[in-house]
């Protein structure tokens, strides 16, 4: 099964379980051409909806995004939970690099000495952990807490996205 252009999984196994049309049960789990894991599940109990998805590789998923460019590496674990409208949801990262960053954090990266060497060798700027803790109702989503932590940069954020309308962040981006 093609997940995009360059990305596949082999050996797709699982079951689903239908409720008046609703997912009420999914498992699927299947392997990368490399024998790496991924894991999508979701469990409906009539009041709360619980999905979760664990990739050893993050990059077919994180790819989808537009403004994020040269990502590589990394694994992916999703968490999240709907209840009476409300989802809340932990997205987790680990161990992975992003060779296009805004300009502004390309500065703060040139004042250490691991920031300087991460830019010079093109790789990108290396992160060992993301993670986002957030909230969907409507068309709002509200960051509770953003972190990504890296030996050149580290990034501590907090705000909400209305959906085609507003994007209010606020947070601290320092070199390590």
Known sequence: ?????????????????????????????????????????????????????????????????????????????????????ITKSTLKIDNFKIQEIPVLAKLLTLASLQGIADLLTGEGIRFTDFEMKFSNKDKLMTIEELYAIGPAISILLEGYIQSKKLISLRGTLVPA
């Open 1 to 85: 099964i093609f997940l995009d252009k360059d990305n596949s999984i082999n050996n797709l196994k699982g079951f689903l379980k239908l409720n008046k049309d609703e997912i009420s049960e999914l498992n699927l789990e299947s392997k990368f051409s490399n024998d790496q894991n991924i894991k999508f599940t979701i469990k409906d109990n009539g009041s709360e909806k619980v999905t979760t998805l664990y990739s050893h590789q993050a990059k077919p998923f994180v790819d989808r995004y537009e403004f994020i460019k040269g990502f590589e590496d990394g694994d992916l674990d999703f968490y999240s939970i709907k209840k009476d409208g």
